[in-house]
């Protein structure tokens, strides 16, 4: 049995069908891509979260690599307040989780619902093994994969989900796309019985999202895709385009 508290809610959008309740939307921040004024980005980005909270969003990745420790944990656990905040004021509760990239530590500092490991971070299992320590059991687990192999490695240790690219390449990036052929074959050859999500991420818009769900992803990730433009009619149109695959 796979581990951690988050697991069977994700479980369930491993169904046959993708609909509005399945797709998985994944918002990465990047304040910088917003505002190069470091106090300018950091408003705007908090308005984000907020937005991101108020349109669904399934989960959010504070990415701001840059970041000291003390400056990260702050940014946390001001994205946290606001998540939790916009929970309690919805007519319907918001489902929207707040991880944190890489940094244990912070995460928990935080209180964020858990954490997004690098390829070449500690394992999963002992992400939760240190999440445990600290008496959390239910963190959400998120890891980046750019092969097969890496999905394989994730869902073998006990990952929630995979954000597996880049599948139509990466700004600034040299790194080769995966292409949709990539993405659907690390989609089959995920585990018979309690799969992984895969979630599509490299250049995911509006007008290939719909490939992406094709191939086999259980949801999108991005920065761009949730950081420009009207945030809620960007979500409307991916759970439409979701609901219209009724794969």
Known sequence: M????????????????????ELFLYYITDRRQLSPQGDEGLRLLLDRISAAANAGIDAIQIRERDLAAR???????????????VSTQAVSPTKTKVL?????????????????LRSDDVSA????????????STALI???CHTVQDVLLAEGHGADFAVYGPVFGKAGSE???TGLSGLKE??????AQHPILVLALGEVTLSNAGDCLKAGAHGLAGIRLFQNGNLAETVSQLQT???KLNL
């Open 2 to 21: 796979r581990r951690g508290g988050n697991v069977p809610a994700l479980r369930r959008r491993c169904s046959g069908s993708v609909n509005v309740e």
């Open 71 to 85: 400056e990260l944990v702050e940014l946390g656990t001001r994205a946290v307040e606001i998540v939790r905040h």
């Open 100 to 116: 944190v990239n890489s940094r244990i530590d912070a995460a928990i500092a935080c209180g964020a619902d858990g954490v997004h």
């Open 125 to 136: 299992a002992d992400a939760r093994a240190i999440f445990a320590n600290a008496g959390i």
């Open 142 to 144: 998120g890891v980046s």
């Open 175 to 177: 790194a080769p796309p």
């Open 186 to 191: 690390v989609c089959q050859k995920r585990a």
């Open 241 to 243: 385009i979701g609901e």
